[in-house]
C-alpha cells in the first residue's frame, strides 16, 4: 500500500507499507523409524513459511523558490518464520572410520546405532520432512532513519547525507535434515551502523566537465551469540564473536568532453580502515575445558589502506552507436574470522593463541578490464549491447565451512585467478504494446594459483579445486505484453525465464581420497531454469484512488534441482543437506495506491 499525499506547504509526505505472509512449503510429519529412538517429537506443522511486515515513511521539506531540499526517510521491517529446510541429500555408509552414522562401523563414540542418519537421506525435493522438536525459527528487526540535505548553487550541488540502520536477529537451526539430535545451531546477533557523506557535483568549462567529489565516514558493531549442539549434547559450544569497523574514505569523479563525440572519465577512491575483534568459546559439555575469552584488544587492530583508480573512454560513433573502454581497480576489506577455532600456544608473534584473530585475512584485490558496444536500431525499437571483460583477481577471500569443532568456517587469501567473460543484453519493441527482453552471458574462471598446506608444505593445488558460484553460462528472457486499455484500466501479460549453468557451491577439492571428506562434486549443483507468469490490472479507478489486481505463478514447470549445499565434512560422516528452490506456487497480488 502506497499513501502519496498532497503538498502541505513546504511538507509532502509519502506513506507505504507491505504484509507477507505464507504458509510453509514443507509438512512436518513425525518421525517414521522407530528404530531412532533419539528422535524428538514434531515441532509445529510446517516450515519454509515467510510472515512479514515492512513499513517505510518519506518526508520531503522544499520551501517555494528555496535551493535548499531535505529529504528524510525512515524504514521499518519484521519478520517471525520458520526457516529453509535443509534436507539431508548424503551421508557416507560404506563403513569406513570417518562414518559414524553407519551401524557396521564399530568402536565410535556417536555411533550409527545411536543415529542412523541414512534412513533419511533422500536427493530429491521432498515435500514433507520429520526435524527436531526443538525450536525452529527466524527473527529479525531492523530499522533506520537517513536524512538528505542538499543545496543547489547552480552550477554545483553540494549535499549531506546522514544514515543510521539497526538489525536484531535470531535463529535457531535443524542442520542436519531430520528428526535425529546431530546438528542445532543458533545465532542472536545485533548490529549497528552511521555513516555520513558530504558531496558536491557539478559543471564547469561550458557543461564540457561534470565532476563528483566526496568524503565518506563509515561505522558499525556487531555481536553475535552463538549456542550449538551436536550428537544429543555430547559436543555442545557457546561460540560467541563481535567485531568494531571504522572506515574513512575520501573520492572524485570528472567527466570531459573532449569532442562532441569523444569522453574521458578518470575517477579515484582512497579509503582507510580499522577493524577489532573479540571472541569467546566455551566447550559446556566438558567444564575441564577452560574457555577461551579473548576480549576487544587481545589482538592488535586490523588497519587497511588502498587507493583505487579508474579510467574509462567512451566514443559516440553515431548517434546510436556507442563504444567504451574501461579500467578500474577494485578493493575488498580484509578483517577476521570471527568464527576460528583455531587456538593454540601462545607463541610471540600471536601472545593470544588465536591464529586466526592475529593474522587476520587480507583484502582482495581485482584489476578489471572491459570492452563494450551499446547500440540502438530501428528508431529505437531494438537496442543491443555488447560487453566483455577481463578481471586478474589477487588474494582471493574464500570462505571453507570445516564443521570442526564448533562448526565454523575459515577464510583465507589462498587463490590468485583469472576471470573473463562476455555479456549480450538486447530489448526489442516490435509494436508499442510489446516489450521483449533478453540477456546472454558467459564466463570462464580459472586459478592461476591456489596455495594450501599439504603434509605441512604449502603447495599449488590449483588444477584440484573449483571454483565456487560461477555458472559457466547464465540466460534470460522477459517479454511483457499490453492486452487492452481503456478508463477501466490497463491489462498486462508478463512472464520471464531465467537460466543458470550447473556449478560449484564450496571451493573444495575436486578429487580427495576418502568418500567422507569435502568433495566438490557432492555439492555441487545442476543448475535450473525458473520461469514465472504474471496477469495485471493496474490504474483502475477506485474511489479517487488507483489500484491494482494481479494473478501469478512462480517456478511454473516445477523446477527442483538444489541451489545450495552444506557438506559437513568427515567429522559427520559425510553429512550434507541441500536447500531448495521454492517449488511452484500460485498468488494473488491487491495494491491500492492513494
Known sequence: MVLDLPAFGPFSLKLSGQVQKRDGFIKVVPNPYPQAFLAGPPSGDRTNDLDGKSAMVQLRFHPEGSAFTADYMFDYSKFDQRPDYAQLVRVNKNGLPQDIFDPNSPGYAFGGAFFPLNLYVNPQRQSSASI???????????????????????????????AYRNLKWSDRLDLDGSPLPVAYTGRDTSFYSWSQELQATGKALDNKLNYVTGLFYYKEKAETLGPQSFFGGGSAFQSDYGSHTEAFAAYAQVDYNLTDAFKVTVGARYTHEKKDVRR????????????????????????????????????????DINFYARFAQGFKSGGFNGETNDFRAPTAACPTGAI??????????????EIGLKTKFADGRVILNFAAFWDEHKDIQLSVFTANGAASSIVKNAAKARMRGLEIETVLHPVDALTINGSLAFLDPKYKSYIEAVNGVDTNVADNRAFPHTPKTTASVGADLRVARGDWGRLNLNGDLSYVASYYTFPYALVTANPSDQNANNTRSKGRTIVNLRAAVSDVPLGGTKAEFALWVKNLTKESNPTNFIDFGPGFGGLTVGYFPDPRTYGVTVGVKF
Do not use: W
Open 132 to 162: 527436531d522438536g526443538n525450536p525452529l525459527y527466524e527473527r529479525s528487526r531492523t530499522y533506520g532513519h537517513a536524512l538528505t540535505m542538499a543545496l543547489d548553487l547552480g552550477d554545483a550541488t553540494i549535499k549531506s547525507i546522514t
Open 280 to 319: 569467546y568459546l566455551q566447550v559446556l559439555n566438558n567444564p575441564a575445558t577452560p574457555a577461551v575469552n579473548l576480549p576487544y584488544g587481545s589482538v592488535p587492530d586490523a588497519k587497511y589502506n588502498n587507493f583505487s583508480p579508474a579510467l574509462t573512454l567512451a566514443y559516440q560513433a553515431t548517434r
Open 356 to 369: 586466526e584473530l592475529c593474522n587476520p585475512y587480507r583484502p582482495e584485490k581485482v584489476d578489471s578490464y
